[in-house]
């Protein structure tokens, strides 16, 4: 079964920065279309930045511009770089098969066992 470990998050204040990274145990992580999703408190979780394995990548539009996918496929390692950081970024962060639509882009990747997360705390 394939699991997914996510790491790197904290208590930071509003504009400050932070990389986030996901590791996969699956083998097939480096043909298969990746994603970052964040749960706020009483919200659903929602997709906010994919990556196809050439490293073609698409954002929601509440963090573009200020945060980046990007991976290791050699690593089985994907990360976000997160800048400019707000109270409204405050959430549990995951990683995941790309699912969903992003801008333009449908993905449609299989679900793996969600990971823990990792917290990440935006005060103000």
């Known amino acids: 079964q394939v699991q997914l470990v996510e790491s790197g998050g904290g208590l930071v204040q509003a504009g400050e920065s932070l990389t986030l990274s996901c590791t996969s145990s699956?083998?097939?992580?480096?043909?298969?279309?990746m994603a970052w999703y964040r749960q706020a408190p009483g919200k659903q979780r929602e997709m906010i930045a994919g990556i196809d394995p050439g490293s073609r990548t698409n954002y929601h539009a509440s963090v573009k511009g200020r945060f980046t996918i990007s991976r290791d496929n050699g690593k089985n390692t994907m990360y976000l770089q997160m800048t400019r950081l707000a109270p409204e970024d405050t959430a549990v962060y995951y990683c995941?098969?790309?699912?969903?639509?992003?801008?333009?882009?449908?993905?449609?990747?299989?679900?793996?066992?969600w990971g823990p997360g990792t917290q990440v705390t935006v005060s103000s």
């Open positions: 699956g083998r097939g992580f480096s043909s298969n279309d």
């Open positions: 995941n098969g790309a699912r969903g639509r992003l801008g333009n882009r449908l993905y449609a990747t299989r679900h793996d066992p």
